[in-house]
């Protein structure tokens, strides 16, 4: 059995940066991609892929293109999050899917981890 367990959240003032960790423990295939969601406070948000990491290729949302940066060291994945803003405040949830970047969780992730929060606020 898998699990992903998340670490690094906290309060950040705007601007500021954090590190999020992801370890797996059980057996995760190299071939998965792993990678970070977040789902924003309010009703209707729905979980968004932040970035996800397989082998040498990645892929990121838009919004966090050149702050965020995601690194994988065997079956831990990190999400160095700089220029933090308010709206990237959200609970923040690894996973892991044998899918590639680019289709991953698509039909559901195979593995998540409990989500970790992080508020940007002054």
């Known amino acids: 059995q898998v699990q992903l367990v998340e670490s690094g959240g906290g309060l950040v003032q705007p601007g500021g940066s954090l590190r999020l960790s992801c370890a797996a423990s059980?057996?995760?295939?190299?071939?998965?991609?792993m990678g970070w969601f977040r789902q924003a406070p309010g009703p209707g948000r729905q979980r968004e892929l932040v970035?996800?990491?397989?082998?040498?290729s990645t892929n990121y949302a838009d919004s966090v293109k050149g702050r965020f940066t995601i690194s994988r060291d065997k079956n831990t994945v990190y999400l160095q999050m700089n220029s933090l803003k308010p709206e990237d405040t959200a609970v923040y949830y690894c996973?892991?899917?044998?899918?590639?970047?680019?289709?991953?969780?698509?039909?559901?992730?195979?593995?998540w981890g409990q989500g970790t929060q992080v508020t940007v606020s002054s």
């Open positions: 996973a892991a899917d044998a899918a590639t970047v680019q289709a991953m969780c698509v039909r559901g992730c195979d593995y």
């Open positions: 059980g057996r995760i295939f190299s071939f998965y991609a």
């Open positions: 970035a996800a990491i397989s082998g040498s």
